[in-house]
Structure formats: C-alpha cells, structure tokens
C-alpha cells in the first residue's frame, strides 16, 4: 500500500512539471519570438499620446479619396451616358501605388491618370458609364488596388436614379373588384423629359378589351412648379383618361396600352430612337357580378352560378353555423333589397340575412348559414353534379340577377 501510495505522488509531481513545462513554452515571452520587451518605465497619461506616435511606423502610403468615395449624379435620363472623376491623394509619408483592379460590368470604365504618388500628390480616376438598366435605382463601381497597408482595396462608388424619357404616373390603373354593370374612368399624367416638343399621336391595346367601349384621351395640361419639384427637367405633360364603359366580362383582366407621341416639327423625326417615343400603361383588376360572395378558405368560386361553401362536419342533434359575407355593388345597389329564396334540404340548412350595412362603394350583408340541430344523418359532397345543397339569394331589381350557393355538409350519427 506504501509502495501504491508513493508511485501515485511520483505521477502527480511528473505530470504538474510536464504541464507547466509546456505552458511556458508555448504561451511565455521570449526574445526570439517577441523580440525584447519593456514595460515602459515610469510612462504617465500626459505622455501616453507622444508614446503612441513614438510607436508608429514611418515612410507607409495612405490613401484618401478627396471629397468621398461615392458619386451621386441624381437623376439622369434611362441609357444616357454619364461620366466623373475621383481625385485620389497620398496623405502618408511614403510612395503609393495605384492600380485598376476590377469594375462590375462593361458600363463601368476606370482610367488611372498616373499609377503611382509620392507624399502629398494627387491624382485622378475617371470614370465614365452608360445607365443601361431596367430599374430605376443605377450602381456601378470600380475597386483600386493600392498600397495603403490599411486599405488595400479602394471601392468607388457611382448611384443615382434613371428615369425614362416618357414617364407615366401612376404607370397602372388597378381597379380592383368592380361590378360588371358599373362604368370605369381613370386618370394618370404623362411627363416628357424629351429635348424637343412632342405631341400625342395614338394609342393601342395589346389584346381587345371584350364587352366594353374604351376611349382612352391624351391631352396637354400645363407643367406647374410642383410638377418641376417632383419630376426634375420635365418639358412637357399629357393628362391621359381612360373610359371603359359597363359589361366587361366577369374574371380577373390585366391589359396593356401603349401611348404613342410624335415630333411637333418634322425635323425631329428622324432623332428618336425605338421606343423612345411611347410609354405603357397597365390596366387591371377583377370584373365581378353586382350579387357577389366572401367567405374565406371554406368558399369557392368567383361568379353567382359557381360558388360552393364547405360546411364543417357535424353530429347530429349538434348542429353548425357559418357567417359570409354578401356584397352589392354596382349602379342599383343603393335602391335593391335582398332576401333569401329557396333553401334545399329544408329539413338539414337554413340561411339568415343580416341587416345591411353601407361601406363605400358596395353595400354588404352578413349571410349565416346553419345546419339545423334538428337535422337527420345526411351527406351531400359534391361528388355528382347536384350533389349538394343550394341557397338562393334573391333580389327585388330584375337588373340585379339572384345569386345561387351550392352548399357541401356531413351531418353523421356522430361514431
């Protein structure tokens, strides 16, 4: 035991000396590493910052972009050329080498006047580039390899915002959900940034608008300080209307319009280029009937005769209810009252129509519909074609056509 208990001490006293060993030599200061170290001697605050410069290195470049970096040009016109030049200065003490290291694409050029700078000169980096971009935000940048220890890559930096020759505000007209038998006109104003007077020419449609008279006019209204503020070196301005007359067809439409303009003098003619002279105009949104449904993720369908609401399943002698939404729109929704019609089954559905309530452009009734408690085991899931129940919504204008709902429910014996 004697023999156990001293070999243990023996271990324990090695391993500490191997430890300490080989913390020393990895973590401990040595003149062949560090090179020698003082503590400073008697250094106080009032010296600390003498010291510091003391410690600093002599004879290094350092690089400075007078004026910044970055270039703002503002605005300028869609595929215009553009151009600035960085002065670059050596502000350190020893000599600084400059190179063109990489630009972000063809439309960025960086030209170095001279590559290399003693102390205190300076010199220039044009740069020159061509906003060719589909956006309206433009960026480009040129990286500089210098010999600044502490800033070896040198990024300029040129943004602004490109805008067209012909712009239109809004540049869509979405109308949302509009009632078939409901009239359409809106406005927008077009700016012209163009060197030389132009004048409305013509518009176009790129596919038909069905059921519907359109008249879209373009006419010149005044360009007023407002406009010059917030549309920088506008020249002229077109107020377009568009006109669309009642009996679009029922569904989502998006169409396009393309506005056309010309040179007032002949002998602009041959100046624009392709394109330059147009603008587009969007026009969409959702034709819907006057008698029309919400009712979240339960209810499908988008026109009176295809709506289908998915009741939840239910117990029977538990019964079930649902709330919709049933909207009027339209030019007789003001004087068109609404009740229900026919409810089949009977013995298993029943619809309530709650009072009506006027919220801008659409009059809306709050439709619920119950599975009565008293209902027997039935299921109708709309497997077959009249394979479900029906409410009816009714109205007393002959112009406001009824509305039907097709209705899916499972009452069950409740296993």
Known sequence: ???????????????????????????????????????????????????????????????????????????????ADGEHDFVIKNVGDGPLELSVLRTTCKCTLGELADSSLEPGESTVVH???????????????????????YNGELELRIVGDVVDRLTARPSSWNVGEISSTAAIEKTCTIYSRIEYDIQFKENRWLAKIAGADVDLDVQPVPVDTETALRYPDTRQAFQATLKVSPGMETGLFSHTAIVEFEPVEAK?????????????????????????LSGGSR??????????????????GEGTSSDLLVLLRGPHRDDTKLSIGEVQPAEVLAAELGDPKVKENLV????????????????????????????????DNEEVAPLRLRVKFNVHDGR
């Open 1 to 79: 035991m004697k023999i156990f208990l001293a070999l243990l001490v023996v271990a324990v006293i090695a391993g500490s000396a191997i430890g300490y060993t080989s913390t020393v030599r990895r973590y401990s200061w040595t003149d062949e590493k560090f090179g020698y170290f003082t503590k400073g001697g008697d250094l106080q605050p009032k010296d600390l910052l003498a010291h510091m410069r003391s410690l600093q290195q002599e004879g290094l470049a350092k690089v400075e972009v007078v004026g910044g970096a970055e270039f703002d040009f503002g605005s300028m016109l869609r595929e």
């Open 268 to 292: 602009h003619a041959s100046e624009k280029k392709s394109g330059e002279l147009s603008t587009l105009i969007k026009f969409e949104g959702r034709v819907v009937d006057d008698l029309s």
């Open 364 to 395: 809306m009734h709050v439709l619920k519909l119950r599975v009565r408690e008293d209902a027997p085991v039935m299921q109708r899931d709309g497997n077959q074609k009249d394979d479900y129940g029906t409410v009816w919504i009714k109205s």
């Open 299 to 316: 209810l499908a369908g988008r026109s009176r005769d295809q709506y289908i609401y998915t009741l939840p399943p239910v117990a029977a």
């Open 127 to 149: 740069m020159a580039w061509s906003a060719k971009t589909s956006g309206a935000r433009f960026q480009q940048t040129a990286t500089i390899s210098t010999t600044d220890p």
